[in-house]
């Protein structure tokens, strides 16, 4: 593996996100928190304009907007996708700034903690999020298996790296405990990737968990689309926890209890994110994987 | 006093506070749940277009637009000012569907839990939040104190009726027990204004706790307006709680804490209300007066 020489660390790619927006505020003004000797460290504010407007887009969602086909098509002219592309021609792969490892910030209003969203489940991504796992337990991993050129999201701009997904917090908010431990995260990343490139890599754990996405599952919705059931009391903030066949899932607004239908436990995520209620999306369903001998080559053991 | 003749629910005065607008919908496809035998009952939703796009309103708020000079100056144009004329004249004094009482229904990322905010003072106001609080100890009652006519809020249309705001929950989520909560909430209020329209007023406490309005806190901002510190983690949810001079309020990005800075005990509210970083809230100091001798005549005791 190369040495890293460019990290780019991104915040506001929803501009309604605010722990990750003025994280890079704080970045900027003390540009020395993320300085590392071995490597450069930039920083991009990714939707300056829909932060300016306090909501997640403009016109559509940029973390959405970076499959290789659509940074290709100029006949995409939505303020989100033109700026895809000045994002990728500047960071991504031959770019002014190409950056070998990005980090993107972002908040959920679901309970997922301090969440790692693997762009790529190569090893270097894998041991990254084992020793972060490792010198905070409390970190989850989470794995969404998309082929890198097909993936929508910012972080695939680099082949290394992460988006980091904190919550629970509403949209337009900053929780002062989550934006603390996000900076932490963004130290320990750092700090991570000085060691590699010094050729002391850090103490991992043997063993890593990664939630891998199955599927997602919506809202109940009536013949007009409108949703009819909300989150049930029981499952909401319950990110991570298992659920089981026959687990209360959504209490529709009459009251009735509908169960979790599946032939297995599943692992929610993103219950009750508030940007997915437009997606269709009440809740991901993921499964564990453990992961051994993380120190030594990591290989999955499903 | 006279009988109560009309009462009006609204839903959606803001477009991303999903609780009452879902409750409306829920009220209109059932509108059994809120037909009364002494009286008629009008559901609303209030700002349909904010709620179309998923934002707290389209051009300006809309629960700031019911001063009396608002309403009769035709050069406010905004879609809010027109909207809150057409309510106006509709619900309000003289309106095709004038209505005796108004409830209002909200909610709020602060820690809130169930909040009665009274329009106005009145002993008919105070009497229904002592029967709520009765009836249900967990709810608090707040009140602002602003002479009627001057009140820029929706719940000033009438002089009988009540904003109910319920929290924690982010913009643009629904959250399953307080949707129930919010729900048996207005079922109260209607079978209190039923069984007063009845002669048969129901039994409440012999004493009430209002919270009123002293002042609000901004948070720290610099030079450009930005806030720089956010809500400490040891204020964060803790509304309606003492904060002691001295106490900590606000921690910086840069980590510095700042404490409450006051002669006397504050009882703060609205605590990191997303809408209210935009308005320069960080949180309301408030002080609960006792108000004892509710079952006969309300009077104020500090």
């Known amino acids: 593996m190369n040495q890293i020489k460019r990290v780019v660390i991104v915040g506001g790619t929803h501009g309604n996100e605010l722990t990750g927006i003025h994280l890079i505020k704080k970045f900027e003004r003390t540009p020395k928190l993320i300085e590392r000797s071995s490597f450069e460290s930039q920083t991009l504010l990714a939707n300056p304009k829909a932060h300016g407007i306090g909501k997640r887009y403009v016109d559509t969602d940029l973390n959405r907007c970076f499959r290789r086909q659509d940074l290709s098509n100029y006949s995409l002219s939505s303020y989100e996708a033109q700026r895809a592309k000045v994002i990728y021609q500047t ?31 190569n090893s270097f991504n894998l041991r990254l999020a084992a020793y972060l796992s490792y010198v905070n337990p409390s970190v989850k991993v989470l794995y969404s298996p998309l082929r890198n050129e097909d993936s929508p999201y910012l972080d695939s701009i680099c082949k290394l790296g992460c ?8 949209q337009g908010v900053l929780n002062a ?34 939630y891998q996405y199955i599927q997602a599952i919506d809202y109940p919705r009536n013949e007009s689309g409108e949703i009819r059931a909300m989150i049930h009391p029981q499952l909401q903030f319950q990110d991570y926890e298992a659920l089981h066949p026959g687990d209360k899932m959504f209490l529709t607004f009459d009251g009735e209890e509908i169960t979790y239908c599946s032939n297995s436990t599943g692992y929610p995520v993103f219950i009750n994110e508030a940007a997915y209620y437009e997606k269709g999306i009440a809740m991901s369903i993921t499964q564990p994987l453990k992961i051994e001998g993380a120190n030594q080559e990591l290989e999955f053991r499903i």
């Open 163 to 170: 988006t980091i997904e904190v919550g629970a917090v509403a």
């Open 91 to 121: 960071f991504g792969t031959g770019g002014r700034l190409e950056a070998n490892f990005v980090v993107d910030l972002h908040s959920t209003t679901a309970n997922m903690g301090l969440t790692i969203i693997l762009g790529s489940k």
């Open 177 to 210: 405990r989550l934006f603390q431990q996000t900076e932490e995260l963004v130290r320990e990343v750092l700090d991570y990737l000085e060691a590699y490139n010094k050729g002391m890599p850090l103490e991992i754990g043997d063993s890593l968990i990664v």
